[in-house]
């Protein structure tokens, strides 16, 4: 089975999850609801099972919650991931949403490396949702999973399109990704774990 389930406490945040590749039940509730959408965007597209329940200090800001859930669900990848035999190992998405273009591509190569490139001008979205934190979600996550990422608005206008679009790119992508290929290693070198 390739799922994982973690906890995670600091004086800041408290993450519980679980993350299953191959589907599942779905329940977000981070106390974000515009970061509950694009993580709801993330399984429906990705076909994951995600069941998320997260606690940050919002009055603070939302940095730390974003964040904390980005390393979270990297963590839980990872794991659930294992030593990575017959994945298919790449994925790539373009995804449009309106005027807007968005491309993910993905390596599951056990390095991780991430390159994030989107102009976003609206500084806030919904219920306080930090749009610099798009970024520092995306680089998280990669980052904690050990994947190559590289995530690209291409042109659009609006801020909250050019975001789900890159979530639902990211989705497609990995589960473009992860899906089952085999029983090989897909690595010359005999490792794709760190």
């Known amino acids: 089975m390739r799922i994982a389930t ?55 800001d939302s ?13 839980a990848l990872r794991e659930a991931l294992g030593d990575r035999r017959g994945l298919a190992r790449f994925g790539e998405a373009h995804v449009p949403l309106d005027e807007t273009l968005a491309r993910v591509v993905v390596d ?4 991780p490396y991430a390159v994030f490139e989107a102009d976003l001008p609206s500084l806030l979205i919904g219920d306080g949702f930090q749009t610099e934190m798009v970024r520092e979600f995306f680089l998280a996550f990669a980052m904690r999973a050990q994947f190559n990422l590289h995530a690209t608005v291409l042109y659009g206008i609006n801020t909250h399109h050019k975001i ?9 992508a990995l589960k473009r990704a992860t899906r089952v290929d085999g029983e090989a290693l897909p690595s010359t070198k005999g490792t794709l774990t760190a």
């Open 164 to 172: 789900e679009a890159l979530f639902k790119a990211l989705a497609l």
């Open 63 to 75: 940095h730390h919650l974003i964040e904390d859930v980005g390393l979270c669900l990297g963590d």
């Open 6 to 60: 973690l906890e995670r406490a600091t004086a800041e945040t408290s993450v519980k999850l679980t993350l299953n590749l191959d589907g599942g039940d779905t329940r977000i509730a981070t106390g974000l609801a515009f970061l509950d959408h694009m993580l709801a965007q993330l399984a429906k597209h990705g076909g994951f099972g995600l069941i998320l329940d997260a606690k940050g200090d919002l009055p603070v």
């Open 108 to 111: 599951l190569s056990g390095r």
